[in-house]
């Protein structure tokens, strides 16, 4: 196993503690989505998202902290779903994908 893939399958077992749990790798090792806007990637030892137009990381010896400081930020997305989103996941999903993200 990498130690990217390592590092971005502990973030989600971290998340999935917190009660994220709809992140999901995207197949490429070290990229993780948590939620719309929300992509957590591994990178030179740090973890790394963007929050609006400012870059955050995070060590990746840490995940536990870093599964903190995204979950918030999932939470705070949460809260504000862009209007759009309904739209857009019954064209591309069905009717059934109304909680996905």
Request: proline fraction near 4%; aromatic fraction near 10%.
């Amino acid at each position: 196993m990498s130690e990217s893939r390592a590092a971005v399958e502990k973030l989600r077992v971290e998340l999935a503690n917190l009660g994220v749990e709809d992140a999901y790798e995207i197949g490429d090792d070290a990229t993780l989505s948590v939620w719309i806007g929300l992509v957590v990637c591994f990178r030179d030892g740090f973890f790394r998202w963007q929050e609006g137009a400012v870059k955050r990381r995070h060590l990746g010896t840490d995940p536990v902290g870093c599964a903190i400081r995204v979950a918030r930020r999932y939470a705070e997305l949460r809260a504000d779903v862009p209007p759009w989103w309904e739209d857009l996941a019954k064209v591309l999903r069905g009717d059934v994908a109304e909680d996905y993200p």
